[in-house]
Each structure stands twice: as structure tokens, then as C-alpha cells.
């Protein structure tokens, strides 16, 4: 960032640039692997491991905590992960959500299966998790659930309160919320069966998500994405929501690891490599 | 005339002597006690005297003989005539002569043992009178052969001590009761049916009932004196009512229809008990006869040694015949009666060598081994079908466990139509199910014999040999099972090149020391209810240990997932990988396959779960996996690439690190292909499986460990950003000021050099100072 324009306090600068997070890595890293990383060079050390985080591809074979971090490791497990298995999409396989897991724990070994579950759940609509997905389905809701995950949950947490008739303003405290939840309980598992088919009011559904965008401290997809998705439908559920999300392109854009549905099978550059070998 | 009555009654003996001798050699204790009693006699006053002792002998060798129960018609014709020669020859002189010897064959035995007796030939099958002591005078009547159909009325004979009746049609026994003084009645042969009539003869020593129809032994119950009893070839059942003849010493009872030897009891002087021709099957109560020494059973239902074991339990017990009993035709028979009975010294009337009873012991040591082996195994079985199954039992537990957490959260089971259809029923090359579905509660204390020190026996089998027993203990049929650790739940087991592991225990078995030709038999091993990680941190042992090893088998271990499968690089070579569908979870997913075909490249394996892989597989492995392995070999960092090496393939990356880092000026493009750096092999050789060790090494320390350095890094971060940020501001404060300084800087200038002179010379004034 240019340092002449002196409105941004470092602290601030800081925090939006995820330096910190890396740096901090970086050292703990070489604090752990002492004797490999002094023998290959601690000033090599840290060239590298900058120029990896430039290129994308430091996220290889790292932890979880890691991986989903920052938003920009996010990107570039997504991309990785896009990169390393296009095969997979080319042949037409469909794979079920526990192989879609152990590819992903190929390249992360501690990859967790809840958000693999949620990515099979906004494909297949949260019925019949055992079933096969296509690679670009599967890989579009990936991307959205993994970048927006947290975003989510609160959208979530939303839905299921305007599902259970609760004013979404309880939403926002959430004192108040537990002891109505409480009750909601039973209710909600009474009528769930009934209104998830048809879902919530979008309208209503809009203004609350508009609401949490406001104080929503964690990135979220652009407003304009989501008005757009809103108002395609007048009753929206909260898969069909997820989605219609997933598959916008304006979101993918500005995630930026993948490319558009129509190119996602082609890669020219890996292809040569390919060849090479 | 004399002479040749002499000559008569001589003559036909030695006659019948030869002709016994000849013919019926095993019959020779009967001559042998005939000539003895002819030997033994002192000549007493010249002719008289000896005419009686001849007419007595004569008698005792009838007496003898029917004793005996000659049968008449199986002797040879002439010594039978001979006989009847010297009845007839007797019977003219039996009241003339003082036939008034008494013939004390029933005085208690003093001489037992003495020199007629020893020279007895013994086990000689029937009932044998006493015949070496001396003869005194006595009242005796012999009505034999008179064709007699009742009893005589001798009521004023009460003297009488000898009555003899043999072979006469008497039914019924009667008008005996006041001969008081009877010693002896004969009553052989003849057509009774009951015992009944003799109560009253509380004299009686010597009872012959032989060859009769009686049913029942009864009667006896003041005949206390009784030295003999016999009752051969009647239709007796039962053995009974004689438990209070004290001083019986010889009791015969064969040729009946009696089942069970019973009721013995009691009978403290018996020396001689004949049961030939029952049909006895068990023998029992013999070691409660304090004198017994001579048993015959020929003849009877003994089937097994089992039956005869209270023989050994009789101290006494010298004599004994078992031929004709089933059990006399097993092989070891005589060595087995011998070791059952240690006293004995003849045996089916055959002298008892040293050499027998020497075998007998080199039998019984055999039989003991052989026993205990087979005991031995049946125990090793069954302990070894309870490990298995306790291993599954413990399983199913941890796979509850394990499987209890995602069934909550989302359903781990795969749909029917996801299974791929490679992977199920390729279970040739599995061993067979021990039906873990068997009944699961099994106490662990419920198996037999638990070894009371540690929970294990070791069985170095080495040194035993292969037999013919190893094909039963095997389950799978196969020969030469070795048990190499057994324990309450855990069996590992050498079966020819298949070494089989059960349980998670069984990985010790893995550890300790194999022999070099043991270790390069093994070509296959089997693991099941061992979880995968837990066999994982094995792998690099097994690729030291085991060189030939060619084929792995996964039954229940719980393989889940890919990564894990590439811990399976680590073994030296493999040609099969079986990976059961039960109990591996993995084996549902499609891709498993192809990822071992790629991930175990190097191993180019001829099968997986039984199915061939061909070139095909290879390939389109390499096409689904391909670009991954790429990927990972050209863009992981290169430090990073340091750890996720193993150990060898590490150092040759480093090496060639450092040599290009002393070669200066190495493009970036050079750098960056990585997978030429270390081989082809590289790609493949990141996906690496962690083995529990690393990852588990003292959590807590970790913990604790990882928190300290993070809050110093944290630290040290939280300063380093500082300083920047505050050099940053200098900087920026520095930026702000500097065009005002310039120009104060530049204006000083001016005015110091105004007057061009004085600054000049102030200069110069200024530099020579300064020399």
C-alpha cells in the first residue's frame, strides 16, 4: 500500500493485508523445522515462502487452519484444488461427497468433513448426501461454502429463525435468542417438513441478509449478487439460495480462483506440462 | 496180580500224560500237579498202604480232572480210557481199602508259596483243588455216574466229610442238612436249578455247583468256611449274597451270563477269581480284594483299557488273562495291561519279561507324550478360536466407537450403487471367515487354562516338527501352522508363506526376533481387527524383516481413506495389495484403485483384491492422479518440500539444493521444475500418510510448547512491527520536513560564500588549522 497516503493506520493496514498472519506463519514455521530451513537458508527461507504466498501455491499440503485463514489461502486452495482434479471433471466422473473428502484430503490431511457436507448438501439440496455429483457442481458449491463460511452460518442461523416465525431482529442479540430457541425447537421440527418446501419471502429474507451485511465484519458476497438472486424468486429456501449463489458468475469473478463455468475445464498451460511428461 | 494193577493204574497216567502233553499242551498245569501229588507222597506200610495211596491219588486226579470239568469226549480216546480204567479199577477196592484219607486240600495254605505251588503253572483258566496237603482219614461217599435223579437219603451217615455226586440228573438238593461234618460236596454236573438245601452245612469248605442250571447264588449265608465255590456253566446274572465269605479263596463263576462284577466286597481271602465267558464289559471292585492273584477274564466284552483301569489299582494281582475280550487285539495291548498293572507276572498265562515291561514303559512314556500333545492342542485350538474372537469382539467395539461421532452428523454408509464394481467379492486369497457372527459374549476368563503368569505362551515351534496333527489344528486345511504369539485376544500365526495377525497385540509378534530363513518364508501377511494406523508405524520393519514379502491382505482395519493408503509405500516390494471391502471403508470409494495404482507405482502391482491391473489401469490412474502429482512436485515451496519428504529422498533434494545454491545466478526457471530435481518419483512420493507417532508425540508438552512459542513469536512480531511502523512515520515526518530544511540549507550556503574573498580565506585558513 503506498505509505505516502497516510489516512491508514498500520494497525488497520495490518489487519485488511493479513501480513501479520503470515509473517507470524512464517516464523513459527521456521521455529519448528529449525534445523531443514537454517541448512537450506533462513533469508531463502522466508524469500520463498513470500513468493509462494504471491503464487498461490504455499496452501500444498498445510494444515486446515491454515488453509482457511486468510480469504487469499482460501482462493488458492480452491484454485489447487480446481487445478489438481480437472481430470476428474473432464472424464465426466460423478463422485460421491466421501471421495470428494479424500481428494481433498490429499492435498489438506486434515481436511474436515463438515464443510465438504455442507458443499454436498447445497448441491444436492440437503436430501440424499450419498449421491454422485458432478465435478463442476460439486466445485462451485465448494468455493462458496469454503469462502463464505462463516457469512453463511449467519445466514443460516437467519433462515432457520424466519423459519421458525421469529422476528430476525432477535437475531442480532444473542441473549435473547437462546431462550427463544429454546422453544423454537420443537416447533420449527414440527413445521420444518411443511415450509422447507417453499421456503421463506425472499423480500424478508433480503432485508435480513442486507441487515447482517452491515455489521458483517467477515467478507460477504456482493450485495448486488444476492438482491439479484433475491428477486429472481418470491419464496427463496435456503439451498436454492446457496445454489443460485454458487453458480453466479459475478461471485466467481470476484473470488477469482476459478474460472467461468464454460472455460472450467480448460487449462492450456497444464495441458502442455502435461503433455511434456 | 498186584504188579499189574500197579501197571494199570501207572500206565494209563503217563498215557494221559503224553497225551495231554501232546495234544493239549496248555492244559500241562494239570499234569503237572497229577505228577506232583505222585512225587510229593511219602510211601507209607508196603502194599497196603501204598494200594490206598495210589486209590487216593487216583481219586484226586478224578477229582482234579472234574474239577476241572474235563470234557470227556474232547480228550484224547486213549488217556480218556485210561481213566476209566482206573475208575472201574477203583471202584472194586473203595470200601475194602481204608479209604479214610482225608484229603486236606482245605486247611488254610500255609505253604501257599512253597515249591508245589511255584511250580503251579499258572493262569491256568479253571478252578484248580488244592492239593498239597497231606491226607488224613475221613468219611466219604462217592456216588458218581450212578445216574441219580434225586439225592440219596445218607441220614445216618453223619460222619461223612466228602460227598460226592458229580455227573448224576439230581434236580434239587436234599436230605443233606445234618451232615454236619461236610467238607466238601460235589455236586458237578448234574441238573440243579437251586441253591437251596444246603443251608445247614456250616462245614462246608469246597461247594462244587459246576455245570448246573442255577439262576441265582443264594444259600450261602452260614457257610462261612467256605474255601472254595464254584459255580462255572451255570445261568447265574449277578454276582451276589456272598460278600460275607471271609475266608473264600477261590471263587469260579465262569461260563455265566454275568454283566457286572459287583459285590466283592468283603471276600478278604480271595486269592483266585474266575470270570472267563461273562459278559463282563467293565471291571471294577477287583482293587477290593486285599488277596487277589489271579484273574482270569477271558472271553468277555472288554473293549478298551479305560474299562480295566482298576487293575492297576490291585496290589496283589499277579496273574491275569484277557484273551477273547476285544481289547486284547489292540496293538499295544500287552504293553498297555503291563503298564496298568505292575505286578503282574503272567499275562494271558505267558510269563511277563523284562524285555515286555521295558517296552511297556517306552509305550507308556509314548502314549503320556502323546496325550499330553494332543491335549496340549486341543487346548492351543480352542484358545486360538477365543483369540479370534475376542479380537473381532474387541473390533465391533472400536468400530462402534469409531464410527458412532460422523454417524451423527451425516450417514457414513455408501449407497449401493456408489460401491464400484471392482472392488467387492474378490475375496479369493482371503482366509476364511471364522464366523465373528458366532455368539459375542465371551468372558475373557471363559477360555480354558489361562496361562496364570502374563497373558501368553509362546510356542517356539521351530523345533517341532511338521506332523499330521497340524492339518486338524488348522482352520483353512493347510499343514504346518505355527502359533508365534497367542494371547486372550490377540493370534499371530505362521501358516507356510502366509503370516496371519489378529488383533492389535499381534503386531508384537512383528517386533521380536525372526530366524533369517523363518522371516524370508514369509511372502504374504494378514491383518485383521488391527486398525490401519496402528499397523502403519510396523510398515518400515516389515520391509526390513521380511524381503520376500509379496502380497498384503487388510481385513477389518478400518481403511477410510486415500492418504492413508500411501503408507503402504514404505514396504520394500508388492505385487498383490488385498484390501477386504468389510471393515475398510475405503474400498467403496471409486477412485481407491486408481489411487493405488498410481501411489504404488513403483511397486508395478500385478493385483489388487485378486483382480489383474492392466495397462489400462495404469494409465487412466495416471490420468486422474497425474496433474495432482504434478502439481504438487513443481509448486510446493521447496522448503516445504524438505519436510514432506522422507528420509532419503530428503538429503538427495538438499544435496541438490546446495548444489545449485554455490552455482550463483540459477534461473528461477530452473528452480521451479522441482519434479526434475529429485525424479519422476517425487510427484508420487509427497503423498504421504502420517504415521500416528508423529503427529501424537506428547500432545499436552506440544501444547503447551506451541502456546509459549506463539505468544514469543507474537512478541517478537508485535515489536518488529513497531519498529517498522515507527520508522515508517520518521520516514514520513522526515518526507514532510525535508523540502523546508532544503531550502534553509541551501539559503545558509548562499550566505556563507556572499563575499566570495573572506570565504576563501576563511577556507584556507580553515585547512591549514587542520594540518
Redesign the interface.
Known amino acids: 500500500m503506498n505509505?505516502?497516503s497516510?489516512s491508514v493506520p498500520?494497525d488497520e493496514y495490518?489487519a485488511d493485508s493479513s501480513v501479520?498472519v503470515y509473517?507470524?506463519d512464517a516464523?513459527?514455521q521456521l521455529?519448528?523445522?529449525k534445523e531443514?530451513?537454517t541448512?537450506?537458508?533462513v533469508v531463502?527461507?522466508f524469500a520463498?515462502?513470500f513468493s509462494?504466498v504471491k503464487?498461490s501455491?504455499?496452501v500444498?499440503?498445510r494444515e486446515y487452519s491454515y488453509i482457511r485463514a486468510t480469504l487469499h489461502n482460501r482462493a488458492s486452495f480452491i484454485r489447487?484444488f480446481w487445478?489438481?482434479?480437472?481430470?476428474?471433471g473432464k472424464?465426466g466422473?460423478m463422485?460421491?461427497?466421501?471421495?470428494y473428502?479424500?481428494?481433498l484430503?490429499?492435498?489438506c490431511?486434515d481436511f474436515p468433513?463438515?464443510v465438504v457436507?455442507s458443499a454436498a448438501r447445497i448441491v444436492l439440496m440437503d436430501d440424499a448426501?450419498?449421491?454422485?455429483m458432478s465435478f463442476p457442481d460439486f466445485l462451485y458449491a465448494f468455493q462458496l461454502q469454503f469462502y463464505y463460511q462463516e457469512f453463511l452460518d449467519s445466514v443460516l442461523a437467519i433462515y432457520q429463525d424466519l423459519l421458525a416465525g421469529k422476528s430476525p431482529n432477535t437475531v442480532i442479540v444473542p441473549t435473547s435468542t437462546s431462550i427463544e430457541l429454546l422453544h423454537s425447537v420443537t416447533a420449527e421440527e414440527n413445521e420444518k417438513a411443511g415450509q422447507q418446501q417453499d421456503g421463506v419471502e425472499s423480500s424478508t429474507l433480503a432485508e435480513c441478509v442486507e441487515a447482517l451485511c452491515d455489521r458483517f465484519k467477515h467478507c460477504h458476497p456482493s450485495r448486488s449478487c444476492m438482491k439479484e438472486v433475491f428477486n429472481q424468486t418470491e419464496k427463496v429456501c435456503y439451498f436454492s439460495f446457496l445454489m443460485s449463489l454458487a453458480k453466479h458468475e459475478t461471485i466467481n469473478e470476484t473470488i477469482g480462483a476459478l474460472p467461468s463455468k464454460a472455460e472450467l475445464l480448460i487449462d492450456q498451460e497444464?495441458d502442455q506440462?502435461?503433455d511434456k511428461? | 496180580m498186584e504188579p499189574e494193577r500197579t501197571e494199570r493204574k501207572t500206565m494209563p497216567y503217563r498215557k494221559y500224560n503224553t497225551g495231554v502233553t501232546d495234544k493239549y499242551a496248555t492244559l500241562t498245569p494239570l499234569v503237572n500237579s497229577c505228577k506232583l501229588h505222585i512225587t510229593t507222597i511219602r510211601p507209607p506200610t508196603p502194599e497196603r498202604a501204598q494200594k490206598a495211596h495210589r486209590q487216593d491219588w487216583v481219586k484226586e486226579t478224578k477229582l482234579i480232572s472234574t474239577t476241572h470239568h474235563w470234557n470227556p469226549e474232547s480228550l484224547a480216546g486213549g488217556a480218556w480210557s485210561g481213566l476209566l480204567a482206573v475208575q472201574e479199577a477203583r471202584d472194586k477196592t473203595t470200601h475194602s481199602a481204608g479209604v479214610n484219607y482225608y484229603y486236606n486240600a482245605l486247611n488254610p495254605p500255609k505253604s501257599a508259596g512253597g515249591s508245589g505251588r511255584s511250580c503251579y503253572n499258572s493262569g491256568f483258566p479253571f478252578t484248580r483243588v488244592p492239593h498239597e496237603s497231606p491226607i488224613s482219614s475221613f468219611q466219604r461217599i462217592d456216588l458218581d455216574r450212578h445216574s441219580l435223579e434225586h439225592c440219596p437219603q445218607l441220614s445216618i451217615m453223619n460222619e461223612v466229610q466228602l460227598l460226592n455226586l458229580q455227573h448224576n440228573l439230581i434236580t434239587k438238593i436234599q436230605h443233606l442238612s445234618h451232615m454236619q461234618q461236610l467238607v466238601s460236596l460235589n455236586l458237578y454236573n448234574n441238573r440243579i436249578s437251586e441253591m437251596s438245601g444246603i443251608e445247614a452245612l456250616s462245614s462246608l469248605r469246597i461247594l462244587m455247583l459246576g455245570k448246573n442250571r442255577i439262576h441265582e447264588i443264594c444259600c450261602l449265608e452260614n457257610l462261612s468256611k467256605l474255601n472254595i465255590l464254584d459255580l462255572h456253566d451255570n445261568q447265574i446274572h449277578r454276582i451276589e449274597n456272598i460278600s460275607h465269605l471271609n475266608e473264600l479263596q477261590i471263587l469260579n463263576l465262569a461260563g455265566n451270563n454275568i454283566c457286572r462284577i459287583e459285590n466283592l466286597q468283603g471276600l478278604d481271602c480271595l486269592t483266585e477269581l474266575n470270570l472267563r465267558h461273562n459278559c463282563i464289559s467293565f471291571v471294577a471292585e477287583v482293587e477290593r480284594l486285599p488277596c487277589l492273584q489271579r484273574l482270569f477274564l477271558s472271553g468277555n466284552s472288554i473293549t478298551s483299557f479305560d474299562q480295566l483301569a482298576c487293575l492297576g489299582e490291585s496290589r496283589s494281582l499277579s496273574e491275569l488273562t484277557l484273551d477273547g475280550n476285544p481289547v486284547a487285539l489292540e496293538t499295544w495291548y500287552k504293553q498297555a495291561v503291563l503298564r496298568c498293572v505292575l505286578h503282574l507276572r503272567q499275562l494271558d498265562m505267558k510269563r511277563i519279561t523284562d524285555e515286555d515291561r521295558r517296552m511297556a514303559g517306552v509305550q507308556a512314556r509314548k502314549e503320556e507324550e502323546k496325550k499330553r500333545e494332543s491335549h496340549k492342542q486341543t487346548i492351543h485350538k480352542e484358545k486360538r478360536r477365543l483369540a479370534i474372537r475376542n479380537a473381532a469382539q474387541q473390533w465391533e467395539g472400536v468400530k462402534a466407537c469409531l464410527e458412532l461421532p460422523p454417524a451423527n452428523g451425516a450417514k457414513e454408509e455408501v449407497s449401493p450403487e456408489n460401491s464400484p464394481a471392482h472392488s467387492p467379492a474378490q475375496t479369493n486369497g482371503l482366509a476364511q471367515d471364522p464366523s465373528p457372527e458366532e455368539p459375542r459374549r465371551i468372558s475373557p476368563g471363559s477360555g480354558p487354562e489361562r496361562p496364570s503368569g502374563g497373558t501368553e505362551i509362546r510356542l517356539r515351534t521351530n523345533s517341532r516338527p511338521n506332523s499330521p496333527r497340524d492339518s486338524k489344528l488348522a482352520e483353512a486345511g493347510s499343514s504346518g501352522v505355527q502359533s508365534l504369539s497367542l494371547s486372550d485376544s490377540h493370534l499371530a500365526e505362521l501358516d507356510g508363506d502366509t503370516l496371519r495377525l489378529f488383533g492389535p497385540g499381534a503386531l508384537e509378534a512383528l517386533e521380536r526376533g525372526w530366524g533369517v530363513q523363518t522371516a524370508n518364508a514369509v511372502a504374504v501377511i494378514t491383518f485383521r481387527y488391527i486398525n490401519f494406523d496402528a499397523i502403519v508405524p510396523t510398515l518400515p520393519r516389515i520391509r526390513v524383516k521380511f524381503p520376500n514379502l509379496s502380497h498384503l491382505i487388510f481385513l477389518e482395519s478400518n481403511i477410510s481413506r486415500l492418504p492413508q493408503l500411501a503408507a503402504l509405500a514404505q514396504v520394500r516390494r508388492l505385487d498383490q495389495l488385498t484390501i477386504h471391502p468389510e471393515g475398510n471403508p475405503v474400498v467403496s470409494l471409486a477412485l481407491w484403485r486408481s489411487f493405488v495404482i498410481y501411489r504404488l507405482h513403483h511397486f508395478n502391482l500385478q493385483r489388487i483384491n485378486g483382480q489383474e491391473v492392466t495397462m489400462n489401469d495404469v494409465i487412466a490412474a495416471e490420468r486422474v492422479f497425474g496433474t495432482l502429482g504434478h502439481i504438487a512436485a513443481t509448486e510446493t515451496p521447496r522448503c516445504r518440500l524438505l519436510l514432506l519428504l522422507e528420509e532419503s529422498r530428503k538429503r538427495q533434494l538438499q544435496f541438490l539444493l546446495e548444489g545449485r545454491g554455490r552455482r550463483t545466478g540459477l534461473s528461477p526457471e530452473e528452480l521451479r521444475d522441482n519434479g526434475k530435481l529429485v525424479g519422476e518419483g517425487l510427484s508420487r512420493a509427497l503423498f504421504n500418510y502420517p504415521s500416528r507417532d508423529c503427529s501424537a508425540e506428547s500432545p499436552e508438552e506440544g501444547t503447551v510448547e506451541s502456546s509459549e512459542r506463539a505468544a514469543m513469536i507474537e512478541q517478537y512480531l508485535q515489536e518488529l512491527v513497531q519498529r517498522a511502523s515507527d520508522t515508517n512515520l520518521k520516514g514520513e515526518a522526515l518526507h514532510k520536513l525535508w523540502p523546508s530544511m532544503f531550502a534553509e540549507m541551501v539559503r545558509d550556503c548562499v550566505l556563507e560564500m556572499r563575499d566570495r574573498a573572506a570565504f576563501r580565506q576563511a577556507s584556507l585558513a580553515k585547512l591549514s588549522e587542520t594540518k
Open positions: 505509505r505516502l497516510s498500520v495490518l501479520l509473517l507470524s516464523v513459527t521455529l519448528e523445522h531443514e530451513y541448512q537450506f537458508g531463502r527461507y520463498e515462502y509462494s503464487n501455491n504455499h500444498l499440503f489447487v487445478r489438481c482434479y480437472r481430470q476428474i472424464s466422473d463422485l460421491s461427497m466421501l471421495e473428502r479424500s481428494l484430503q490429499l492435498l490431511p468433513v463438515e457436507q448426501i450419498d449421491c454422485l497444464m506440462e502435461l511428461l
